[in-house]
């Protein structure tokens, strides 16, 4: 069973930097690919970033672009988001997420295994 545990959360100010990280187990980490979204109250849980097995592929939704960095370590089976010039609309709980097989995904219905979730508050 995967099993898939963020940390590094909390209350910034508009244009600090936080990073969260993933800690994954149950299965060989490096052979997948992973993901970040969030989710704020009342809306849909929105794809953040992707990232490839080899961490060589990513992609980002346009509303981070260039703010956020998304990296793996294989080797400690983490993954990171690197969020700088965080803005209050970026306030959400941060999930990460691993799919089932092998490809890369940006619909949320694909992922099969999330952590618990990360709290990320920004203040104006």
């Known amino acids: 069973q995967v099993q898939l545990e963020e940390s590094g959360g909390g209350l910034v100010q508009a244009g600090d930097s936080l990073r969260l990280s993933c800690a994954a187990s149950g299965r060989t980490f490096g052979s997948y690919s992973m993901a970040w979204f969030r989710q704020a109250p009342g809306k849909e849980r929105e794809l953040v970033a992707t990232i490839n097995w080899s961490g060589g592929s990513t992609f980002y939704a346009d509303s981070v672009k260039g703010r956020f960095t998304v990296s793996r370590d294989n080797a400690k089976n983490t993954v990171y988001l690197q969020m700088n010039s965080l803005k209050p609309e970026d306030t959400a709980v941060y999930y990460c997420?691993?799919?089932?097989?092998?490809?890369?995904?940006?619909?949320?219905?694909?992922?099969?295994?999330w952590g618990q979730g990360t709290q990320v508050t920004v203040s104006s």
């Open positions: 997420a691993a799919p089932k097989d092998y490809y890369v995904y940006r619909n949320v219905r694909e992922y099969a295994y």
